[in-house]
């Protein structure tokens, strides 16, 4: 998942690509460097972020959406806004990637049940505790792998409830959101907890600041956004190898690289099963 943001405020890219026809050609270009699908955001949600109101948000995107759609690429919206998903989704989206998982927006899980029902659009839904906060004033979890786990269990029956096919639905740990990086870690070390839920799982830690945290050491200060890619693509690496779904990244090359290592690891992992088999 390649992130496109048509913002000028978020934390890595904003600015960049915020007039419609340079954000359609970023996303061509990303599709072109391998992404499979286009992730567009017309609103940050980095801490401290000021809100975006909805018709500014599909002011922003729903040029862009049309522009890519009309490309052929696939699309996922970025937003926390039930009038921006059912915009967005009309205008060719199929994935609603919502970081609060439903929970910002009171209509949002009626607008995906309808998406999914009547476009086949998949759900993203991610865990957070609230807009982020800087501070961490939320992130005093006791055991953070179950209490995730549990909390995206519990918003995926919901979600199913409000009629949003079980097979259209994606999970998403919220790493960086109301969790230090030291907890994004633990997550990250014990996907399994999350991908036994059956449930595809997205990663998005491209660029934040826990990876920034774990590349600083007392001889190197922390690498800028831009410098956190090759570990971004590690990331990516170990993610597919223990089992996620997608990978949500800013440089779409060096993590289909790193993605073709791992998959060359695992093949080669699976051969050696079955010589060892037929031995």
Same mark, same amino acid.
């Given at each position: 998942?390649?992130?496109?943001?048509?913002?000028?405020?978020?934390?890595?890219?904003?600015?960049?690509?915020?007039?419609p026809?340079?954000?359609?050609?970023?996303?061509?270009?990303?599709?072109?460097?391998g992404?499979?699908?286009?992730?567009?955001?017309?609103e940050?949600?980095?801490?401290? !972020?000021?809100?975006?109101?909805?018709?500014?948000?599909?002011?922003r995107?729903?040029?862009?959406?049309?522009?890519?759609?009309?490309?052929?690429h696939?699309?996922?919206?970025?937003?926390?806004?039930?009038?921006?998903?059912?915009?967005?989704?009309?205008?060719?989206?199929?994935?609603?990637?919502?970081?609060?998982?439903?929970?910002?927006?009171?209509?949002?899980?009626?607008?995906?049940?309808?998406?999914?029902?009547?476009?086949?659009?998949?759900f993203?839904?991610?865990?957070?505790?609230?807009?982020?906060?800087?501070?961490?004033?939320?992130?005093?979890?006791?055991?953070?792998?179950?209490?995730?786990?549990?909390?995206?269990?519990?918003?995926?029956?919901? $979600?199913? $409830?409000?009629?949003?096919?079980?097979?259209?639905?994606v999970?998403?740990?919220?790493?960086?959101?109301?969790?230090?990086?030291?907890?994004?870690?633990?997550l990250?070390?014990h996907?399994?907890?999350?991908?036994?839920?059956?449930?595809?799982?997205?990663?998005?830690?491209?660029?934040?600041?826990?990876?920034?945290? !774990?590349?600083?050491?007392?001889?190197?200060?922390?690498p800028?956004?831009?410098?956190?890619?090759?570990?971004?693509?590690?990331?990516?690496?170990?993610?597919?190898?223990?089992g996620?779904?997608?990978?949500?990244?800013?440089?779409?090359?060096?993590?289909?690289?790193?993605?073709?290592?791992?998959?060359?690891?695992?093949?080669?992992?699976?051969?050696?099963t079955?010589?060892?088999?037929?031995?």
């Amino acid at each position: 998942m390649g992130v496109l943001n048509v913002t000028p405020d978020s934390f890595s890219d904003g600015g960049l690509f915020d007039e419609p026809d340079a954000a359609v050609q970023r996303g061509s270009a990303l599709a072109a460097q391998g992404a499979d699908l286009i992730d567009i955001g017309g609103e940050s949600t980095r801490p401290g !972020a000021n809100p975006v109101a909805p018709e500014e948000e599909l002011r922003r995107v729903l040029p862009v959406i049309r522009g890519l759609t009309a490309r052929g690429h696939r699309i996922s919206v970025d937003t926390l806004h039930a009038a921006t998903a059912a915009e967005a989704v009309a205008a060719g989206a199929r994935f609603i990637n919502d970081v609060s998982g439903g929970s910002h927006d009171s209509d949002m899980l009626r607008v995906a049940a309808t998406a999914s029902q009547e476009y086949g659009a998949r759900f993203i839904i991610g865990h957070w505790r609230g807009v982020p906060d800087p501070a961490h004033q939320r992130s005093d979890y006791g055991d953070v792998v179950a209490e995730v786990r549990d909390d995206l269990a519990s918003r995926t029956g919901v $979600a199913i $409830a409000a009629g949003i096919a079980r097979e259209l639905i994606v999970l998403d740990p919220g790493l960086g959101f109301d969790k230090t990086g030291a907890q994004g870690w633990q997550l990250l070390a014990h996907l399994d907890a999350l991908t036994s839920l059956g449930f595809p799982v997205l990663i998005g830690a491209s660029r934040k600041r826990m990876i920034a945290e !774990a590349l600083t050491t007392p001889l190197s200060a922390a690498p800028p956004p831009e410098g956190r890619d090759v570990a971004t693509a590690v990331v990516s690496a170990l993610a597919a190898g223990q089992g996620a779904w997608g990978v949500r990244v800013h440089d779409v090359p060096a993590t289909v690289q790193a993605l073709a290592i791992s998959e060359a690891w695992r093949s080669g992992q699976r051969t050696t099963t079955a010589i060892g088999t037929q031995s």
